[in-house]
C-alpha cells in the first residue's frame, strides 16, 4: 500500500469521518454511539481486484467497489490520464452542447448496440431512469391525450433512489417510509422460477412463459391504452441475482409490441460487460427501445450514466417544428461533465483491448462450477443463479420448504468472508423476509486464482456459519 499517509493522518481520516460523514445504506449507531467499539470503514486504496482499508489490510473485492461497479478493476492510469488530458482541455460545458468525448463515446456505444442510435448523458442511473420515465409521460402526453401515460416495474426488481425511481421500485425495503409515491406506476409479478408464483403449471408451459403471461394479465387489467412502458432489470440484481427462465424475454418482447408498450431495460448493473456481453439484454435477444446504463459505464472513475434510445423514440421528439413544445424540455448539469465519456471511452477500450467479455464468460462459468459445487455440499445453499460475472447463492433454512435463512444469518456469512479478506454482497434492505442471496461481481479481470479465493472463503464463512 502507498505510504504517503502516516498512521496519525490515516487515525484522523477515521475519526474525522465518524464526526462527519453520513454513509450510504448503513446504520451509524455502532460507530457513533456513546460506547462504539467499531471503527467505520475508509476505503483508502485500490490496485486491481484488491483493496486496501485504513488499518492496511488487503481485502480481494468479490463486489467491484461494493456495488458492481468498478468492471474493469481499481488503479487503472490509463483512464485517470485521458480524464487529465480532458479536464485541462474542457471540464465542462452544459449539454445542450456537444463535446468531443461526449460525441466519440456516443458513436462507440452504439456501435455496440445494434438497434440503438441515441445517448442522453446523464450522471447516476436514478436520473438515467427518470428521463426514461419522463420521455414515456411525454409520449403520451403528445400522442395519446396523456392516457397511455402507466409505467409497469417487476416485483423485486430496483431502479433507483429519488421518489419517482423507489414508485417503480419492486424492493419494499428500499420504498418504505418515504411515500407518498408517484402515481402512476404499476407492479408486475417476478420471475424467479425457485419462488415460482402460484398457479403455476409446468406441463402446460414453461415457467418463462407463465411469469411474462402475468404480465400481460396486469396490462389487461389496466387497460393496454392507458400503459406506455414496461421497465425491467435484464438480470435482477440487489432483488436476489434473478436471471430470466427460458422463454421469457420472447414472449416479454411479443406483449409489448402486441400492446405498443416501449421496453426500457434498466441495464445500470448489467451494462458495459458484466454479463459477458456488452449488455445484458444481447443474451436474451431483446430488441429494446430505451437502455438505461451507469455503474460499470466508466467503471467508477467519473460519474456518467447514458440513457440510449432508438431514433423511433428520438424522432418522436422533433417531428413537429412547429410546436414550440415539442422537445424533450429536461437538462442535467452533470451530464454536461467531459469526464465521464473520456473515462468511459478509455474504460471501453480496456475491455476491447485485454478480451474481458470472453474472460467474463469463462471466469463466470468456473465461478458458477465452484459455487454448485458449494451447493452439493452445503445443504444451506438452495439455488445458485447468474450469467457471467453476476452470481447469487440464495440461502434456505430448509431445502424442502426453501424457507430463507435469517438476513443476520446471512449478514454472519458476509462477515465470516470479511475476516478472511474477502468481500462478498448480500441482498440487503430488500425485499422484506428474502435478505438471504450472497451476491458475486467480481471485476471483469478476474483471474481463476481470485475466484478460487472468493469461492474458498465462502467455503469456510458457511461452515462455520452453519456448521
Ligand atoms: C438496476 C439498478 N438501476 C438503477 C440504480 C440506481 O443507480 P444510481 O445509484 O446510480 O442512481 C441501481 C443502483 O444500484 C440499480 O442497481
Excluded at 67 to 83: D, H, L
Aim: charged share 20%; hydrophobic share 35%.
Amino acid at each position: 500500500m502507498d505510504q504517503s499517509l502516516s498512521p496519525n493522518d490515516i487515525s484522523h481520516v477515521v475519526e474525522t469521518d465518524r464526526a462527519h460523514v453520513w454513509h450510504h445504506l448503513v446504520q451509524h449507531a455502532p460507530w457513533t454511539g456513546a460506547d462504539a467499539k467499531v471503527d467505520p470503514k475508509v476505503i483508502i486504496e485500490g490496485k486491481g481486484m484488491r483493496v486496501w482499508d485504513a488499518r492496511g489490510t488487503e481485502h480481494l473485492d468479490a463486489v467491484s467497489g461494493g456495488v458492481w461497479t468498478v468492471n474493469v478493476g481499481y488503479g487503472r492510469t490509463s483512464i485517470a490520464k485521458a480524464v487529465y488530458d480532458q479536464l485541462i482541455k474542457l471540464n465542462y460545458f452544459a449539454g445542450s452542447a456537444g463535446s468531443v468525448p461526449g460525441a466519440l463515446f456516443a458513436e462507440k456505444l452504439v456501435s455496440k448496440m445494434p438497434g440503438m442510435s441515441r445517448v442522453y448523458y446523464t450522471n447516476s442511473g436514478s436520473e438515467a431512469n427518470e428521463k426514461a420515465f419522463k420521455m414515456v409521460r411525454q409520449i403520451a402526453e403528445k400522442r395519446y391525450g396523456g392516457k397511455k401515460h402507466k409505467i409497469l416495474y417487476r416485483d423485486r426488481d430496483y431502479h433507483g433512489t429519488t421518489i419517482t425511481c423507489l414508485s417503480a421500485g419492486g424492493q419494499d425495503e428500499r420504498g418504505a417510509q418515504y411515500g407518498p409515491f408517484t402515481p402512476g406506476f404499476v407492479r408486475v409479478p417476478h420471475c424467479l422460477e425457485y419462488r415460482a408464483q402460484e398457479g403455476w403449471d409446468p406441463v402446460k408451459e414453461s415457467y418463462g412463459e407463465y411469469s411474462a403471461g402475468l404480465i400481460e394479465e396486469v396490462i389487461l387489467r389496466e387497460g393496454p391504452d392507458t400503459v406506455g412502458a414496461l421497465c425491467l432489470e435484464p438480470v435482477t440484481a440487489g432483488g436476489g441475482v434473478i436471471t430470466p427462465p427460458d422463454g421469457y424475454w420472447q414472449r416479454v418482447q411479443e406483449i409489448c409490441r402486441k400492446y405498443d408498450i416501449l421496453l426500457h431495460i434498466d441495464e445500470v448493473v448489467c451494462g458495459v460487460g458484466r454479463t459477458g456481453a456488452w449488455f445484458g439484454y444481447q443474451q436474451y435477444g431483446v430488441e429494446p427501445d430505451m437502455v438505461t446504463m451507469a455503474k460499470g459505464v466508466a467503471s467508477g472513475y467519473a460519474a456518467i450514466a447514458c440513457l440510449v434510445s432508438t431514433e423511433a423514440v428520438f424522432e418522436a421528439f422533433c417531428d413537429d417544428t412547429s410546436d414550440p413544445m415539442n422537445y424533450f424540455r429536461d437538462i442535467s448539469t452533470f451530464g454536461g461533465c467531459t469526464a465521464g465519456p473520456a473515462a468511459a471511452l478509455e474504460n471501453m477500450r480496456i475491455i476491447e483491448d485485454e478480451g474481458l467479455l470472453d474472460n467474463t464468460t469463462a471466469m463466470g462459468e468456473r465461478m458458477m462450477g465452484n459455487l454448485e459445487e458449494l451447493a452439493e455440499k452445503h445443504a444451506v445453499i438452495g439455488d445458485v443463479r447468474g450469467k457471467g460475472l453476476f452470481l447469487g447463492a440464495e440461502l434456505v433454512a430448509s431445502r424442502q420448504t426453501r424457507e430463507p435463512v435469517s438476513e443476520k444469518q446471512a449478514q454472519q456469512v458476509v462477515a465470516e468472508c470479511g475476516a478472511q479478506g474477502v468481500i462478498v454482497g448480500v441482498t440487503n434492505r430488500s425485499v422484506p423476509g428474502f435478505n438471504n442471496t450472497l451476491c458475486f461481481s467480481p471485476a471483469l479481470i478476474a483471474t481463476a486464482d481470485d475466484i478460487d479465493q472468493i469461492t474458498g472463503a465462502v467455503d469456510i464463512a458457511l461452515g462455520k456459519v452453519f456448521g
